[in-house]
């Protein structure tokens, strides 16, 4: 019986200082810590977008001076808001095929590149080429055209000297975020590109577009498609550039960016896509009877917004704003000091009725979402 009484007890000294071999010892900080919280990472750019560079004979010869050109006048009161911001959006609805094999105006448009040097000291970084205007002058100009944008440090997008730069999809990044831009026109008004050489214009398809985004939809944070479609001069898009925009939105773009009515249409979201159906023209020499609606145009602003958190990123666009700019231009025997001015700058010497298309173009924009705003009361 000892025996057990013995057995037992060492047993249960055994017991208990085992116990106290696990106790943390004084001093001892190998604790278990909570695991820390990975904050949450943001930041953003800003893009600014204009409509069409329609480059009739009257606005590069009111440029002209001295044997060359110099259209810095002709912008100088939309430099100042564009350098503000990261990235910079116009349509080059004119090729810029260069004077070396002689300008042209309607129907067929070839550009001074002289414009383009404005346009990117203004601060313009990315330019769709892709338009109905595209094969005016043939695939000499388009050639010089590409040339010309080739060593600036801009994104171009729709017009290509081959089919292996075709199928590139350049991405690039600011301030963290990564973008590109997809571009295609609906036509060329009847000029047939040329066999083998395809590459020259992207033509819209739904087939063709889904297999570009498919291909760089999950590379970039922003995705940037630009749209020539829909009917000249007509304030309201029509039902098939609707369904494109369903379309482009369900495939995951982020931002179209309408062009070629050359009059401002509606802006709104489909989900989470912000849809600008038409900027309108940004600088021409068009002229109209129907209240002054190719020469009323828009500028619209937004933020991309990214974040982050354990690895995970997400965008979203916000401070979306817009800016109703007016195309001036003075009739003589020629047209002369052409300038393209905000609205918020406007006065009666400009036109005197300025507060009215003010009032009838900003509801235009806000025709499917009345929350649209638009910075510039006049």
């Known amino acids: 019986m000892k025996f057990w009484k013995c057995l037992l007890i060492i047993l249960c000294l055994g017991f208990i200082a085992s116990i ?22 943001e930041t953003k750019v800003s893009l600014v977008m204009v409509g069409d560079a329609l480059l009739h004979s009257s ?17 100088e009161l939309i430099k100042p808001i564009i350098q503000k911001y990261d990235l910079a959006f116009y349509n080059e609805e004119t090729v810029l095929g260069g004077t070396s094999i002689g300008l042209s105006d309607y129907p067929t448009f070839n550009s001074p590149q002289e414009f383009g040097d404005a346009m990117l000291d203004a601060g313009f970084n990315i330019i769709n080429l892709a338009t109905n205007h ?22 171009t997008a729709g017009s290509y000297d081959s089919f292996e730069n075709a199928a590139k999809i350049p991405i690039k990044e600011k301030n963290g975020i990564s ?10 008004n009847g000029i047939r590109i040329p066999q083998g050489k395809e590459y020259l214009v992207n033509l819209y398809s739904d087939y063709q577009a889904k297999k570009d985004i498919e291909a760089v939809r999950d590379k970039v944070d922003l995705l940037l498609v630009s749209m020539h479609w829909g009917t000249e001069y007509r304030s309201e898009p029509t039902d098939e550039q609707k369904r494109q925009a369903e379309y482009l939105a369900s495939l995951g773009a982020d931002i179209i960016i309408g062009t070629h009515p050359h009059v401002v249409e509606p802006i709104t979201y489909i989900d989470d896509t912000l849809v600008i159906y038409s900027l309108g023209n940004f600088i021409s020499a068009q002229s109209t009877n129907n209240d002054y609606n190719t020469m009323v145009e828009l500028m619209t602003m937004v933020d991309i917004v990214k974040t982050t958190k354990n690895g995970q990123s997400h965008i979203k666009l916000e401070n979306l704003n817009n800016e109703l700019l007016y ?4 009739k003589g025997s020629k047209w002369t000091n052409f300038k393209v001015i905000p609205f918020s700058q406007m006065n009666a010497t400009y036109n005197s009725e300025y507060k009215r298309l003010y009032d009838k173009y900003s509801s235009i924009v806000r025709m499917y979402n009345k929350d649209i705003p638009i910075n510039n009361a006049a």
């Open 134 to 155: 595209t094969l005016d002058r043939g695939e000499k100009a388009i050639i010089n055209e590409i040339n010309y944008f080739k060593d600036k440090d801009v994104l």
């Open 327 to 330: 195309n001036y231009y003075q």
């Open 20 to 41: 106290f071999c696990f106790l943390p010892k004084a001093g001892d900080t190998k604790t278990a810590k909570p695991k820390p919280v990975k904050k949450e990472a």
């Open 179 to 188: 973008y590109a831009l997809l571009s295609y026109t609906y036509g060329t």
């Open 59 to 75: 606005v590069y010869n009111d440029a002209y001076n001295n044997g060359t050109y110099d259209f810095t006048k002709q912008i």
